[in-house]
């Protein structure tokens, strides 16, 4: 009997010889076995990218920003410049740390270490991320006149899978960095749920002042093609990957009369479809850290 390769081969449409009541003992051992197998070659694989990958940042921007701090012309950098530059040195590597730990568990850890049971209801955690982002320091945050505590318990039927939470608590982790980042001189954030029919939306809007035609035009004179496309799309690639996983869509667009709507639309999924669908390999996926990227 040729066994499934995967988990997700294990659904209702197979054949009736390969539904898992069907199965002998021995053939259900051996399957066992197997998917252990896969999964510890899995986090093996992880646990090898992401050490190759601190390697880079620690023998480059590390050391790099070491040696601007250890400058001897300390006059050469104002204290609060100092200080930016120190915890950066120091979110980098704790970056690297709860990577390592999240690989083990099933939990995201965010900045300064708060670390989220995934397992946990998907409410809770979006609140907690939503509570710990707006206590950064950002200057987008400083203007803010009217927020209007969010709802999340239209989301507490969408049945997910670990895999999927974490993506919904990044995207909204993200859209919140970027008002406090870019939106400047925001007075109004407002973070909605809604639940119709079968349709989920999680959507973040701000009314802040976004970057004119000329400030842009002038910016993208100043910076490296490449640099400027790596910089415009990560935040984009993570929103419409996690939309693709969903099976729904990510949507970005003006607010008005100023400000910017983002919105992730998705439609209830079962967890085995979820799961059907799979997680990339992590030798082909972007790293995926708690830490958002500079904008959409």
């Known amino acids: 009997m040729t066994l499934p390769d995967s988990p997700s081969d294990l659904s209702p449409d197979l054949p009736p010889d390969l539904r898992l009541e069907h199965l002998s003992r021995e053939d259900l051992m051996l ?15 992880r646990a090898e990218t992401l050490e190759q990958t601190y390697e880079a940042v620690h023998n480059g921007p590390l050391q790099a920003l070491a040696v601007l701090l250890r400058a001897d012309d300390e006059s050469a950098l104002s204290e609060p410049v100092r200080s930016q530059l120190e915890k950066i040195g120091q979110d980098l590597r704790g970056i690297y740390q709860s990577m390592r ?23 809770q955690l979006l609140q907690q991320v939503f509570e710990h982002t707006l206590e950064r320091d950002f200057p987008g945050y400083e203007s803010l006149q009217f927020q209007i505590t969010p709802d999340f318990t239209p989301l507490a039927t969408a049945e997910l899978s670990t895999a999927c939470k974490r993506g919904l608590c990044l995207f909204l982790q993200e859209a919140l960095c970027n ?9 109004q954030l407002r973070v909605e749920c809604e639940h119709n029919a079968n349709t989920y939306c999680l959507r973040i809007t701000d009314n802040g002042e976004t970057p004119s035609v000329i400030e842009s035009l002038l910016q993208s004179l100043t910076e490296s093609p490449a640099a400027d496309q790596q910089k415009k799309h990560q935040g984009t690639y993570q929103a419409e990957a996690l939309a693709q996983q969903l099976k729904g869509k990510f949507l970005r667009r003006p607010n008005s009369p100023q400000g910017t709507i983002c919105e992730l639309i998705w439609p209830q999924l079962p967890r085995s479809s979820q799961a059907a669908r799979g997680e990339p390999a992590a030798s082909t996926v972007r790293a995926e850290s708690a ?6």
């Open 291 to 296: 830490e958002p990227t500079d904008e959409w």
């Open 31 to 45: 399957l066992v076995k197997q998917l252990s197998g896969q999964v510890k070659a899995s986090l093996t694989e």
């Open 179 to 187: 008002v406090g980042k870019h939106a400047l001189g925001t007075t």
């Open 101 to 123: 730990l999240a690989i083990q568990s099933e939990a995201l850890y965010l900045e300064s270490g708060l670390a989220l049971n995934l397992e946990g209801p998907l409410t």
